[in-house]
């Protein structure tokens, strides 16, 4: 018999992969527009390539255990101290990480309605109980999710911006909940998408960490820095913090591969620059699509926009499919008539507004 949180999960439903639906149709993958997972459509820096070569000839060692190299670049990149690093494989296994470290059975875990799916997932995982406080204009509601915090309140997620919504939180909005916080509490401020976002209002997380030592931010090499399939996040915190989580991690969870791929990543600016240019523009180019459309959509600064279909997302999904075109149902996040679309290239999100008019009329 699984736990009483395992037993309320459902498995987690990725994007469909391009390869599934290329054979379903009877098309070449390169026919297939996967829009659907907050990818970068660049592809991999070409530095990265260069350097994951190089690591094969090593395959039948483990990897460093401490990443000493990431942290030590991830360290000077960020100015923080190396010893408050830890890495994951992804980001999602640090919020896990955190949710092992912090949660006994029964303790409560809180977070918003509409936020990231990994949130529910560890909690329920770790047989924590979920609070999941009513969002407000889709985004976070920072005065009622201060006003959930109870006794049993251990931790306490922040996405900004958020996953699937798109919207994000400014910096006086997250100070004032930060002060908030009893210290008890482990604020983590998931920040994946924040190479993102130049916004001057937009708060940087790790400027607070001297100032909350409750704070846990949390950041990922999957999306400006293309490197999802290798998996690599990592959190940034007070030394106290990391050396709890460097308990509870397995001792190897991130491999070779990502490690030297993270590391060229980072010194890679000219492909990161090219990553957020591409990723303003082609939210300019779905906003203004979807605006000749006559569509709402919630204001993102993410590489994703989320937006009201008027019908049934899940059909709309299907419809999509059927076109080619891969986007996300976001049923599961509590919004049936919404689908988020990644940000591609151009071309991509072309094909992606060209195939949306018929879709919704199949549906209509
Ligand atoms: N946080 C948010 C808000 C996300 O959207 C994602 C990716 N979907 C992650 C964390 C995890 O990313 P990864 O595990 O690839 O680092």
């Known amino acids: ?23 379903e149709l009877g098309l070449d993958e390169k026919a297939i527009v996967k829009l659907a997972s907050n990818e970068n459509p660049l592809g991999p820096s070409e530095k990265v390539v260069a350097t994951l070569q190089s690591e094969c000839a090593d395959l039948a060692r483990y990897p460093d255990g401490s990443g000493y190299q990431l942290k030590q670049a991830l360290a000077a990149k960020l100015s923080v101290d190396p010893q408050g690093i830890t890495l994951g494989n992804g980001s999602n296994d640090v919020l896990d990480l955190i949710v092992r470290a912090w949660v006994s059975p029964g303790d409560e875990v809180v977070f918003s309605e509409h936020a990231f799916a990994v949130y529910p997932i560890s909690t329920l995982a770790a047989s924590g109980q979920p609070v999941q406080v009513p969002a407000k204009d889709y985004g976070h509601d920072l005065v009622a999710m201060a006003a959930a915090i109870t006794d049993k309140t251990r931790v306490v997620f922040i996405a900004n911006p958020n996953n699937p919504t798109g919207n994000w939180l400014d910096r006086d909005a997250l100070k004032t909940f930060l002060q908030s916080v009893p210290e008890r509490v482990l604020v983590v401020l998931d920040e994946a998408y924040c190479e993102y976002i130049d916004h001057p209002d937009y708060p940087n997380g790790l400027d607070w960490l001297a100032d909350y030592p409750n704070l846990v931010v949390t950041r990922t090499f999957s999306k400006i820095y293309g490197l999802a399939s290798l998996r690599v996040g990592y959190s940034v915190s007070s030394v106290a913090i990391a050396e709890v989580l460097n308990r509870v991690r397995q001792p190897f969870n991130v491999n070779s591969f990502a490690l030297a791929a993270a590391v060229a990543a980072l010194a890679d600016e000219d492909y990161v620059a090219r990553s957020k240019a591409m990723n303003t523009d082609g939210l300019r180019q779905l906003e203004q699509g979807l605006d000749v459309l006559g569509l709402s959509y919630i204001p993102s600064l993410g590489n994703f926009i989320t937006f009201d279909t008027g019908h049934n997302g899940e059909q709309v999904y299907q419809t999509l499919l059927k076109r080619g075109v891969i986007v996300r149902p976001v049923t599961g996040y509590g919004l049936p008539a919404h689908l988020r679309v990644s940000v591609g290239t151009p071309e991509e999100n072309q094909a992606f507004l060209d195939a949306l008019p018929a879709a919704l009329s199949e549906v209509a």
């Open 1 to 23: 018999q699984t736990t009483p949180g395992v037993s309320r999960l459902k498995p987690y439903q990725p994007g469909k992969p391009i390869s599934e639906l290329a054979r």
